[in-house]
């Protein structure tokens, strides 16, 4: 029989803290219409109750927490009417400390568990406790895990979930944006980091937010999504509207493969803050010559080795002239051995400063393995071998090369659906991350967009010269600087500032590693 359920993402109106009572109004009509709908699963956004920011009415907020109580019992209440799964987040206070919560409840109208929001976000840290629970329940419906809005842009949470065996993961967020028009806001969590959650996984997410704007600063995104296990968005609202989506989930469908992770080689994940490169980095200071890096990503077919060979030349000599230090060739197929070409490239380049990234294979430990060189006319600076994703994979150290062109590391192919991969490369210092990806078109751009912004570094991504298959250069921010045209020979350079690899501040308040608690994330190297 199917594991099939109906889910229920209820996005709602912003409210002031003052206006706690109408937003306890909105909840409990909502929960029942999406109930006489056939929900078998409710999800509303963070703090629907009773608003996201408190900070400027501490009168209405004692209020409504003297009020929360009853709140809670309806809902329970509701649950249990309906016989429905109903998760929603609140603030609230447990053991005198106040937590932004998610609270979900069963059919039988009891708690089945709560998360306590981990990956803080701006100004959240000055009011609320850190979670540092990541539990998954074993319902009726299927497991289930819990993540409140910016734990969502921290992989390590959704991967502990994962590995406890979670099928779908509820986010209640509170997604923030700008924009002059409501009906076209926008998120990064909502355009590329959810989708990725759900693809590096294979579990489904379920995503509630709300609309309008709180306390006159707090403008909320909508977009309320359900995205299956490929990462892709079976349905989403609108960025302007409080409405309910749902949608079908069949728990025991097709989900996709997923490579095997290799614990043993991520101790940087739970090595304290002091003792990461990355921390020392944050500081340094860079020296004006070294300061940008004119990097070019070359994108071109071929059907021989001579071929590879001719259009590789034309293509270094341009960019050398135009300025470009670093330069990512296309992948060589298997045939055709690393060597041959770097010696025939070498000798085509003329600046000792230029740095050549070329992939494909070559011996390491008398077996061909998936690798890539990089080098200049001076010599071989070092090789990267891919560490997941086949039998002959290697286990090299995830730490970058140091060159004149900043901290270089390289990924391959499927290594980029392991989140722990990228986030290792980060914390030992990498600045630029290529990735030679020759396998995973349908998803590249959201992995790429949503690794950059994860980790705050610089990510150039080469394919194959075929199909939907494109070169990208991506900022630590997650925007695509440079982007070539699919199928088409094709050349395309960025200027990277070193500069914004040492800032890991999202906002104030959100650092991608100075917020990072290692000492939670034990399961991720068992």
């Not at 703090?47 to 927490?65: E, H, I, K, Q, T």
């Not at 409840?105 to 840290?125: Q, T, Y």
């Not at 992989?155 to 986010?171: F, N, V």
């Not at 921390?279 to 021989?304: D, L, N, P, Q």
Request: net charge negative; hydrophobic share 40%.
């Amino acid at each position: 029989m199917s594991k099939k359920l109906k889910a229920a993402c209820i996005q709602i109106q912003a409210m002031d803290v003052a206006d706690y009572l109408e937003a306890e109004r909105q909840i409990l009509d909502r929960i029942v219409e999406a109930c006489e709908k056939g929900a078998d699963l409710i999800i509303l956004p963070e703090c629907a109750y009773p608003s996201y920011y408190v900070g400027n009415d501490p009168l209405s907020f004692s209020r409504a927490m003297e009020h929360f109580n009853e709140l809670a019992y309806a809902i329970s209440e509701q649950a249990l009417k309906y016989r429905v799964h109903v998760a929603s987040g609140f603030l609230s206070i447990e053991n005198d400390c106040l937590y932004n919560m998610g609270r979900l409840w069963g059919p039988d109208g009891k708690e089945v568990g709560r998360v306590r929001k981990s990956n803080m976000w701006h100004f959240d840290s000055k009011y609320v406790g850190y979670g540092k629970d990541f539990d998954v329940w074993d319902t009726e419906i299927g497991k289930i895990g819990m993540i409140i809005c910016a734990d969502g842009r921290a992989p390590e949470i959704t991967r502990i979930l994962a590995l406890r065996g979670a099928e779908i993961i509820i986010d209640m967020a509170n997604l923030v944006t700008t924009g002059k028009d409501p009906a076209s806001l926008s998120n990064p969590q909502v355009e590329y980091m959810l989708p990725a959650r759900a693809r590096e996984n294979g579990l489904w997410l379920l995503m509630a937010d709300k609309v309008g704007l709180e306390a006159g600063t707090v403008l909320n995104t909508g977009l309320s999504c359900i995205i299956d296990p490929f990462g892709n968005v079976q349905i989403k609202a609108s960025s302007d509207k409080p409405e309910t989506i749902m949608a079908d989930i069949v728990l025991d469908g097709k989900r996709p493969s997923m490579p095997s992770r290799k614990p043993e080689l991520y101790e940087a994940l739970v090595r304290p803050h002091d003792e990461l490169p990355v921390t020392a980095m944050m500081s340094e200071y860079i020296f004006s010559g070294k300061r940008e890096i004119f990097s070019s990503v070359v994108h071109f077919s071929y059907s021989s080795t001579s071929e590879y060979i001719k259009k590789a030349l034309f293509f270094t000599r341009i960019l050398e002239d135009q300025g470009s230090s670093l330069i990512m060739l296309p992948t060589l197929r298997e045939n055709i051995p690393i060597p041959e070409i770097e010696g025939r490239l070498r000798t085509n380049l003329s600046s000792p400063d230029v740095i050549v990234a070329l992939s494909g294979y070559a011996n390491n430990g008398n077996v061909s393995r998936r690798s890539a060189s990089l080098f200049t006319i001076e010599g071989n600076l070092g090789y990267f071998f891919a560490n997941h994703g086949g039998f002959f994979s290697s286990n090299s150290p995830l730490v970058p090369l140091k060159t004149s062109s900043g901290n270089l590391a390289v990924m391959f192919d499927e290594e980029g659906l392991v989140p722990e991969v990228s986030r290792c490369f980060m914390l030992e210092g990498t600045e630029i991350l290529l990735w030679f990806d020759v396998g995973n078109s349908n998803s590249s751009e959201i992995i790429s967009r949503t690794r950059a912004s994860e980790n705050r570094i610089f990510l150039l991504r080469n394919g194959i010269c075929n199909g939907d298959y494109h070169g990208i250069i991506i900022t630590p921010s997650g925007q695509v600087t440079s982007a070539s045209i699919p199928g088409k020979d094709q050349a395309v350079s960025s200027l990277l500032s070193r500069a914004m690899v040492r800032s890991k501040s999202v906002v104030p308040g959100t650092d991608v590693v100075l917020g990072r608690r290692p000492e939670l994330y034990q399961q991720l190297v068992r």
